[in-house]
């Protein structure tokens, strides 16, 4: 069994690792940080599919959080006033709102700032070349 969490994001992704790295030197949340493509996803009880879907949280005990949640959980694992933050997005209706940024931003991340085509989500319509 693992001794830390492990936070899995998409290491092909400009924003996704643009976003771990602030979260890394501002947050400093307490988690082993790991892109998807380098980590072995079998041992973590992970797919590749969830991963690519969505940033994921894998607790010591093999409980996935994925999306908003393994955001929330990020935050709670750095403590004080961030931990305040993450309880917050646990909480109904922000848990809810959460979700739906979250994947309003996940599915067109291949068109934001710092998107490139590796961030095309499969099934969406990118507009960037």
Known sequence: MRMRPVLIFDGDCGLCTTSVGIARRLVRPRCDVVAWQHADLVSLGVTEEQARHEALWVTPTGRVYGGAQAVAKVLLSAGGVWSVAG???????VRWVAHGVYRLVADNRGRLPGGTAACAVPGTKSRRA
Request: cysteine-free; aromatic content about 0%.
């Open 87 to 93: 309880a917050v997005l646990t909480l109904p209706p």
